[in-house]
């Protein structure tokens, strides 16, 4: 079992009222957008973190992750990248990952739009977690949290903050 902390688009700034939130975490995923690396390693510091970088990001994390990345947690296989859409809607790329990799959860952010909702044609669980930084277009920060055991998701709730 797993409990998974979901947050996107940082943009340089980790609000320290998610820290609570973050430390019960057994990881943490980042869907791009870190805006610093210095955000980066103090996630690391909270718990172990899978990331990706995003379009604002510099060549610095640019080096040290990778703009997709395809993992397994409790037998589920992850993609999470930052670009990516969402069900109907996707980048012809992502659209073509999908269909060969066979996701169970698909992860992007970008769009700073929080949207959890299930793809029916890919068969999997599409995941944007809004925007959890102060620069972009959101009035709310947000992040997702969720637990993965034996293959099944469970316990998803939103964590939200104002600006």
Known sequence: MKKISLLSDTHSVLDERFIPHLK?????????????????DKLNEISKVKAVYGNIDNHQ????????????CEG?????????????????????????TKPDIFICGHSHILKVMNDKIN???????????????????TIVQFIINEKKISDLKIIELKR
């Open 123 to 141: 068969n999997l669980l599409f995941i944007n977690p809004g925007a959890a930084g102060n620069h972009g277009i959101h009035q709310v920060k």
């Open 76 to 100: 589920l296989n992850i993609y999470m990248t930052h670009i990516g859409g969402y069900p109907g809607k996707y980048s012809k790329a992502v659209k073509e990952k999908i269909e060969k």
């Open 24 to 40: 019960d975490s057994d990881e943490i995923w980042h869907a791009g957008d870190i805006g610093s690396l210095v955000i980066y």
């Open 61 to 72: 994390i640019r080096i040290t992750l990778a703009s997709e990345v395809f993992f397994k």
